[in-house]
């Protein structure tokens, strides 16, 4: 009986050792599967980790070579390829006042290897005018470098002297005085401008900056719609400048009157974006933003930019985009009023 009570208890003690294995197995088993599962964890947050930049990138520019945003954009590429380390193309995509390439723009990978710079509010104006591919909410606005206001010039040789002598001429010839334009903004200023003066002028399109110069230093056309950093070289080639649509005089060219002095209402300007497509990851747009304040805060790039005749305003992400949504507001009911001028 003693015998058989001793076996009882050894076999229930084999047991209970055989179920403590078990248990200490399964749980290694499982420790195991916690070990891999953060392993696989880890590799895969490494594996999302984006490494930027690791190949050239490319700006495109909406205007053909030698007009302002292709001066803005050639500036930019060389101070942000030395602070990324990476070879930066300007890509001129012109035409259409600067729709083709801003829709090309639009629609390329957002991975941050596509950039692009456009003079606001061509963006802005077109979308509101036309049936375009691409809206204000297409693109992440990186960051603003200038503020220019748009101004009117004269060619060579011109009569047109002063604003009294293009409103006298105009009264009396309808629709004769060709003013030259070459983006969305210039189309704009053309017709407030051409409106608050009460003459009747015909708006002649070019496909960038440098063709519009070309055409009115050769006299192609009698005035021209154009940025204060055009300032320079027309009057250097023997034209001048009519007015700015400016608040106040502008520092750098302390003898130009604003339209405002002269007896007209009108201020407009146009800034140099940079952007991105739409869905630019967080952290390419941590690495470019935090390498556009870097360059924007340099007074060396302020001084390349001066050194252009263009007025510098650096503005980072925020505030840009907080710029251009004002700016907006206010541009809106001026082309809705002009709407028609636009479709004919």
Known sequence: MKRIVFLLVLALMLVVVAACGSDTNQEASGNADEN???????????????EY??????????YSAGGGGDTVARILADALSEELGKQINV?????????IGIAEMARSEADGYTLGVFGYPDNFVLENTRDTDFSFDSFEYLAAFDDMPMGIFAGPGSDFETIEDLIEFGEANP????LGESGALGLLHILAFSDIIGVQTTPVTFSGGGELMNSLL??????????SM??????????HPIGFAAPE???MFPDVPTFKELGFDLEMGVSRVLVAPTGLPEEVKEVLTTALDNIGNDPALKERFEAAALP??????????????RSNSVLEPVIQQNIDRFKN
């Open 91 to 99: 890509i001129n995509r012109e035409g259409a006042g600067g729709e």
């Open 249 to 251: 005089r502008m520092a």
């Open 53 to 62: 930049p690791t190949k050239n990138i490319q700006i495109i520019v909406p």
């Open 218 to 227: 050769g006299n192609h056309v009698d005035l021209a719609s154009t940025s």
């Open 312 to 325: 510098y305003r650096y503005l980072g992400n925020e505030d840009v985009t907080e710029f251009l949504n």
């Open 175 to 178: 629709g004769s005085i060709t």
């Open 230 to 239: 055009s300032h320079d070289s027309i009057v250097d080639a023997g034209g």
């Open 36 to 50: 891999q599962q953060g392993s696989n964890v880890e590799e895969n947050n490494q594996d999302s980790t984006v």
